[in-house]
């Protein structure tokens, strides 16, 4: 409609002088008319020059006033002949237009603010600010001395009006034509294409925009990770277990039925299926006997154990279980130094908030060779954790089931300025290896950490829930940065 009447008027006129008085002459809307003087000026049907005025309009505040009054007009007709106690009259009007009214009255000499009554001066007021609104929501000039104090008083705004004047162009025609933008099997069939005018082939247009894939900031690190340990010769472990038997996953590690891990609250346990039906019987039995009555040196825990508590099925609390399973494969086979580690998805029933899901991801390694030491562990740490950036470490001795001696391992962060856990340590009990069949003089040295914490403080993420699981936010994965663990 718009296109019809620019290019009807300009068959009998020679310009648009204004595209915005055209829009109100014809009764269209100016936003359409624009939009169709800048395809009509692209296709060269006509010339059109910029036209910008700057206009003033009413601001919310101003919009209020020119509806309701000003508040000094406002505050002096609460005020009845007799005069008004202050109280009364702050009741009766909003305190923001209270506070307005009460000064402006005051220095246009309207009312007379007593201690106790509040009078008026003057019989009657115009109120000079509403009708200036409507001027200028109207459409009229108004003086400058007038913008000045509405300016002021922050009720009229700025505008920028932008526009044409048009004029016909080069290629001008009553009508736009038709180009045709696709040539078809069917104009090729029919011979149409000989009669048709086509649009012609932009080159320099841009394409649409090609959407990659993008790595999330765990599969970076992750990434980098898994490049460090095969750096240091590393074989990684199968991790496709997440639902695992509470036999590999407790029982084999020499961790007793009545540890608090065990409880439901911390571990979830299947429903479907309830419970494994394969396990190595033999094995089964060595772990039971270390359980309740020990041996290589060890009492044990000296309770009944339990088969129906084993075979439960759970969501896998540590990649530890796999581990556990490599070693017993490992005990079944003439014996070969193995270095194996594993990166992957655990389960533990926590309270979810900034810093704990009930999954997160769990980095492990070990070394299996003979004559290892604690100083074989504290060597290899340096040595893993330096290859992160961590080149001051620290270690607390700590508690596990599975591993004596154990350690808590620290690491300086020079951003936060002070000393970080990092990760757990230490060497695999006689008491989970042995049952197994591996022979005496071999050793287990281990360590784990979470795949979520350095990723935290690489990307600068305080809450976890903007990392993992359905609050995230995809800008986060389309632009954060590469990882450059362990590179130099």
């Given amino acids: ?24 002459q014809h009764g269209l809307n100016h936003d359409d008319v624009v939009n169709v003087v800048k395809s009509l000026h692209g296709f060269r049907y006509v010339d059109a020059q910029d036209i910008k005025r700057e206009t003033w309009v009413l601001t919310d505040e101003g919009k209020t006033y ?31 237009l209270f506070k307005i009214g009460r000064a402006q009255a005051a220095k246009n000499k309207w009312v007379e603010m007593g201690k106790q009554l509040v009078s008026r001066k003057v019989q009657h007021v115009d109120d000079t600010v509403k009708d200036l609104l409507l001027q200028i929501e109207g459409g009229k000039v108004i003086n400058q ?25 080069p290629e001008y025609a009553p009508q736009r034509k038709k180009f045709a933008a696709d040539l078809t099997r069917e104009m090729l069939q029919s011979g149409e294409w000989k009669n048709l005018e086509f649009k012609e082939y932009n080159f320099n247009a841009k394409g649409q925009p090609i959407e990659g894939g993008h790595l999330h900031p765990l599969n970076k690190v992750r990434h980098q990770l898994r490049m460090i340990f095969l750096q240091m010769g590393f074989e990684e472990m199968p991790t496709d277990r997440f639902v695992e038997s509470s036999f590999w996953n407790f029982d084999a590690l020499f961790q007793p039925q009545q540890h608090p891990a065990r409880d439901s609250h911390d571990t979830f346990y299947m429903k479907v299926p309830a419970i494994t039906k394969e396990l190595p019987e033999d094995y089964v039995e060595r772990v039971k006997r270390v359980h309740e009555s020990g041996g290589y040196g060890s009492r044990g825990y000296e309770y009944d154990w339990n088969r129906d508590e084993a075979i439960k099925n759970l ?3 540590h990649t530890t279980a796999i581990s556990t399973r490599m070693l017993y494969l490992l005990a079944q086979k003439p014996f070969t130094p193995k270095r194996y580690f594993s990166i992957d998805r655990v389960f533990r029933n926590e309270a979810v908030d900034r810093t704990h899901l009930a999954e997160f991801h769990q980095i492990e390694g ?29 270690f607390k001795p700590a508690y596990n089931p599975y591993t004596e001696p154990s350690m808590e391992i620290f690491s300086y962060h020079e951003g936060f300025g002070k000393w970080v856990e990092v990760g757990n340590s ?21 360590w784990g950490l979470s795949l979520e914490r350095p990723t935290m403080i690489l990307y600068g993420i305080n809450n976890i829930r903007d990392l993992f699981g359905h609050k995230v936010d995809l800008g986060l994965i389309k632009t954060n940065p590469i990882c450059r663990l362990g590179v130099d």
């Avoid at 002021?152 to 505008?159: E, P, S, V, Y």
């Avoid at 070394?367 to 961590?390: A, Q």
């Avoid at 290896?433 to 281990?446: H, K, N, T, Y």
Wanted: proline share 6%; with cysteine; hydrophobic share 45%.
């Fill in 1 to 24: 409609m718009a296109e019809e009447a620019i290019l009807g008027y300009l068959a009998k006129n020679q310009e648009i002088a204004d595209s915005g008085e055209f829009a109100a």
């Fill in 66 to 96: 020119a509806a309701s009054g000003s508040p000094e007009v406002q505050l002096f007709l609460a005020i009845p002949p007799e005069g008004i106690p202050l109280e009364e009259l702050q009741k009766k009007l909003d305190p923001l």
């Fill in 145 to 169: 001395d007038d913008i000045k104090v509405l300016k002021g008083r922050k009720l009229i705004a700025t505008q920028t009006w932008n526009g044409y004047s048009v004029r016909k162009g």
């Fill in 315 to 317: 969501l896998r609390t």
């Fill in 366 to 394: 070990l070394i299996c060779d003979k004559g290892l030491t604690l100083g074989d562990l504290i060597g290899v740490l340096h040595d893993f954790f330096s290859r992160l950036g961590m080149s001051k470490l620290r």
């Fill in 426 to 446: 230490g060497m695999f009990r006689p008491e989970m290896l042995l049952p197994m069949g591996l022979p005496e003089d071999v050793r287990v040295i281990a």
